[in-house]
């Protein structure tokens, strides 16, 4: 079965500052992968994803990530973060073929100015 | 169309009382899930539709939890005789096909349980 590992819990960041958010995953299959974010008091949506192609992968407002299947992670970047990135981010697997959906335990990125 | 939609937004209830909540996936949609979202927890898989097709229940935490999808469109999750710990966030999210769109979920703003 597959799990997904977030490693940080809560990345505190000042403004203008790049950020990392790690994320390790586990499958016995090919995977695809997915970073959704949560803004306070809205619903989860859809931030980037990877589904087979180019290991890097952007998404909106700025973000990236790479796959790396030697080392099972796809973490989340930022060059430069806002304020308004204050949020939680979900990263999520789902197997190849498969229909379930996995996701992490979350981080929340405090971005302060 | 609207984005998804769940009802109550909010819901506080007496431990061992039933309760329902709603999820109206967007339009066209065939695939539903529910996800459970607890304080510092990721969010947990409870139970999948997908079409005509039997539910996916794997995730459904015990058999206090019940869940609906009636003519493929609106779903019910229903959870009898609550207890505590089943307070949480019950999230709802459809795609067009789980398998078309691999992981293309899209979010209601949630049901906040609270159990007394």
């Known amino acids: 079965a597959q799990s997904v590992t977030q490693l940080d819990s809560q990345v505190p960041v000042f403004e203008e500052a790049p950020v990392e958010l790690r994320c390790n995953y586990s499958s016995s299959v090919s995977v695809y992968l997915f970073w959704y974010v949560q803004y306070p008091n809205q619903g989860l949506q859809l931030l980037l994803k990877?589904?087979?192609?180019?290991?890097l992968v952007k998404g909106i407002n700025g973000f990236e990530a790479e796959f790396n299947k030697s080392q099972t992670s796809f973490h989340l970047r930022k060059p430069s973060v806002h304020i308004s990135d204050t949020a939680e981010y979900f990263c999520a697997v789902l197997d190849t073929g498969g229909f379930k959906t996995i996701f992490g335990a979350g981080t929340r990125l405090f971005v302060k100015a | 169309g609207a984005g998804v939609s769940q009802s109550p937004s909010n819901k506080v209830t007496e431990k061992g009382k039933d309760v329902e909540l709603r999820c109206d996936p967007i339009?066209?949609?065939?695939?539903l899930y529910w996800y459970r979202q607890s304080l510092g927890q990721g969010l947990e898989f409870l139970i999948y539709f997908q079409g005509n097709s039997a539910p996916d229940k794997s995730g459904l935490p015990s058999d206090r939890f019940s869940a609906e999808r009636t003519g493929g469109s609106v779903s019910t999750l229903t959870i009898q005789r609550t207890q505590q710990e089943d307070s949480a966030v019950y999230l709802c999210?459809?795609?067009?096909?789980?398998?078309?769109?691999?992981?293309?979920?899209?979010f209601g703003e949630g049901s906040r349980l609270t159990v007394l």
């Open positions: 999210a459809s795609s067009l096909d789980g398998r078309e769109e691999p992981g293309e979920l899209f």
């Open positions: 990877y589904l087979s192609g180019s290991t």
């Open positions: 339009s066209g949609h065939t695939a």
